[in-house]
């Protein structure tokens, strides 16, 4: 019986045991966003920003150009690590899909929600393939509004609570959000992980982001990870940005 199908007590316990994690180790609550297409240049980033950065996420461009050596890199260098894969397929599909990445070690996959056969589809299979990890149990998100959507009549309150409930319904262990969505999310599923990118110290640029916020504008919110790429990557001086970062995270609730 996967952990999936085993029901919300274990499914809760779980959730328990990862919150405990990001308490007692702010760097975990910190994502770094790999957005290279090259294993080597990724590894560095990742190396040179381990001091801050627990959590190294692994999106489509690095994962389509390395495939998933690069998920075992980071796993063997002490990542915990964030398939940022929005997997959106049929729930064969992704479920077999999800089981391969669950094998690789990753602690976080993100699969869309709007399809929520599918997202429950790929919470068992990414609990199925971990297993045979030995690690502890990971998290699918869901991915519930792209931050860089203007907030637009498409986007409705009722849409949001939807798919926040539809993560609940899946057993999801968290979603994915901006800072702004985290009040309607957490009203609807209190219990579940809230991962928000578009998160930028003040006065940083926001590039393609429609809807960023500061760190403590997403902490304040609710957030429990925070997904940061060129703000550290494109800053002049990285270690002094997540130096920063991590030192907002410190005393901060989880
Ligand atoms: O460089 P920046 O901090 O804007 O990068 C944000 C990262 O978060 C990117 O890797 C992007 O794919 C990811 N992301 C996002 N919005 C979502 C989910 C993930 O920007 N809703």
Redesign the pocket.
């Given at each position: 019986m996967t952990e999936a199908q085993a029901g919300p007590a274990t499914r809760g316990s779980a959730l328990l045991a990862a919150r405990a994690r990001l308490a007692t180790d702010p760097r975990q609550r910190l994502v770094l966003?790999l957005?290279v297409d090259d294993s080597v240049v990724a590894m560095r980033w990742a190396l040179r920003l381990r001091p801050w950065f627990g959590v190294a996420?692994v999106?489509?461009e690095l994962f389509s150009a390395t495939g998933p050596s690069v998920v075992a890199e980071l796993v063997e260098a002490g990542f915990s690590v964030f398939a940022?894969l929005?997997l959106a397929d049929i729930p064969n599909t992704n479920r077999k899909a999800a089981r391969v990445i669950g094998g690789l070690g990753a602690s976080y996959l993100?699969v869309h929600s709007f399809a929520p056969a599918s997202l429950r589809a790929g919470v068992e299979g990414f609990a199925e393939g971990a297993q045979s990890t030995g690690l502890p149990p990971p998290q699918v998100l869901a991915?519930?509004?792209?931050?860089?959507e203007p907030d637009e009549p498409g986007t409705t309150r009722a849409q949001l609570e939807g798919r926040a409930r539809a993560a609940q319904e899946a057993g999801c262990g968290g979603v994915?959000?901006?800072a702004a969505d985290l009040s309607v999310v957490r009203a609807v599923a209190p219990e579940l992980l809230a991962?928000v990118?578009?998160?930028?110290p003040a006065g940083a640029p926001a590039?393609?982001?429609v809807r960023?916020a500061t760190p403590a504008e997403a902490l304040r919110a609710g957030a429990d990870l925070l997904?940061?790429?060129?703000?550290?990557?494109?800053a002049p001086d990285p270690e002094v940005v997540a130096a920063e970062l991590l030192a907002e995270l410190v005393g901060a609730p989880a």
């Open positions: 966003a957005d996420k999106g489509m940022d929005k993100t991915v519930t509004v792209l931050t860089s994915v959000c901006a991962a990118p578009g998160v930028r590039h393609d982001q960023v997904v940061v790429g060129r703000a550290v990557t494109a």
